[in-house]
């Protein structure tokens, strides 16, 4: 009998052991916080809305509002959602911002860089998360970005030296570029001189003053044309603007030499306030990029990756690490004879505001 009950007292014993043992096995597996942050693509994708992280470098100039906008409206029509963070050109912050989007487990980001170099940081923190970078509109060097969208900027740099050589063949060529620290600045850059080169080389065409503008900023564009025009005892022919912010800053130090629609300006961004100054004379172009093409293909590029899909066709860029791929659209040349037919029939703005027509 006693030796029942002891049987029976180390069987009982046996079982409350193995029921504590398994309790124990359970707490053990609870998944880590990076496993938290990033489950599996398609389970995400199947049961939970897709939420994109938009790091954004600046709201500084007109068109990245409408990206900004644009990009919204594209992401939620595809079911999506977006978060989204700008940092006013301080690199510090924009890394900071995207630590949080992380943090937050977006299930992807999408970056518009300030510094091209200091940005791979982000795409690091991404990837130990579990999660994919495109690169939107800017590149990101040196880092293992998982996709690049944008306009193809050599060529916006190519037609704008198109159309300022058809206007101004032969002279003293002024190049206000853009932010030094803006892999499109140098993009712009390059294609302007594959066509300034060969017409510099045959002496038709002198570069008398060639500087980056820091941050796009219009003020720091007025203050190098200004040096521009002095050193040259305003022996100037034709300027080439990055985009049509500083092309602004470069018309107003024209203007305080009474040079103002004398001299023929490049710019780029199709601004409301340049499409004024092309049909008023006093600005010869700029280069439109529909951004709605941008934010559509980048949001459709966006949720694909989020939910482990394929992307389709693409080309190839170097980013000085990888050959990323990516997705370049066409821009468009616009002067006084297109206007009407592309910026306005766009309805990127209205015949009302860029004739400035009151109550037509
Ligand atoms: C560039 C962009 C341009 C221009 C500029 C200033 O990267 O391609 O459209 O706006 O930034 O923000």
């Known amino acids: 009998m006693r030796q029942i009950l002891i049987k029976g007292r180390l069987l009982l014993l046996a079982l409350v052991f193995m029921f504590i043992a398994s309790a124990c096995a359970k707490e053990v597996a609870k998944p880590t916080k990076e496993e938290r942050i990033s489950p599996p693509q398609s389970e995400a994708s199947t049961n939970e809305k897709i939420k994109i992280g938009f790091s954004m470098d600046t709201l500084q100039e007109e068109r990245w509002l409408r990206d900004r ?13 977006v978060v989204i963070m700008a940092a006013n050109g301080d690199d510090a912050l924009q890394i900071s911002q995207a630590e949080t989007l992380i943090s937050q487990g977006v299930d992807l980001l999408i970056l518009v860089p300030h510094n091209a170099e200091s940005t791979a940081t982000i795409v690091h923190k991404a990837h130990l998360a579990g999660i994919k970078v495109i690169a939107y509109d800017r590149l990101v060097k040196n880092a293992d970005i998982d996709l690049y969208v944008s306009f193809d900027n050599e ?9 300022m050589t058809k206007l101004v ?28 080169q060969p017409l510099i080389e045959k002496g038709d065409i002198k570069i008398v003053y060639d500087q980056w503008t820091k941050d796009w900023l219009p003020a720091n ?29 470069v018309i107003q130090a024209l203007m305080e030499q ?15 306030a340049a499409a004024q100054r092309i049909v008023e004379g006093t600005q010869s172009m700029t280069v439109y990029k529909p951004i709605k093409a941008l934010t559509d293909e980048a949001a459709r590029l966006a949720v694909a990756l989020a939910k482990g899909e394929t992307v389709g066709e693409y080309q190839k860029v170097n980013n000085g690490k990888i050959e990323v791929p990516s997705f370049l659209l066409s821009p468009i040349a ?4 297109n ?22």
């Open 155 to 163: 060529k916006v740099g190519e037609m704008q030296a198109k159309a």
């Open 334 to 337: 616009v002067d006084q004879l």
């Open 69 to 81: 906008d644009l990009f919204k409206e594209s992401v939620e029509a595809l079911g999506a959602e």
């Open 221 to 249: 564009a007025l203050a190098n044309m200004q040096s521009a025009l002095k050193a040259n005892g305003n022996q100037i022919d034709a300027v080439i603007a990055a985009n049509d912010a500083t092309a602004g800053g």
């Open 339 to 360: 206007i009407d037919d592309t910026i306005i029939a766009d309805g990127f703005h209205s015949r009302q505001d860029v004739y400035k027509l009151s109550g037509e």
């Open 258 to 272: 009474g040079l103002a629609g004398k001299v023929p300006v490049a710019g780029q961004d199709a601004e409301l």
């Open 169 to 196: 063949p032969k002279g003293n060529y002024v190049f206000i570029g853009g932010a030094i620290t803006d892999n499109n600045a140098h993009l712009l850059k390059k294609g302007v001189f594959n066509v300034l």
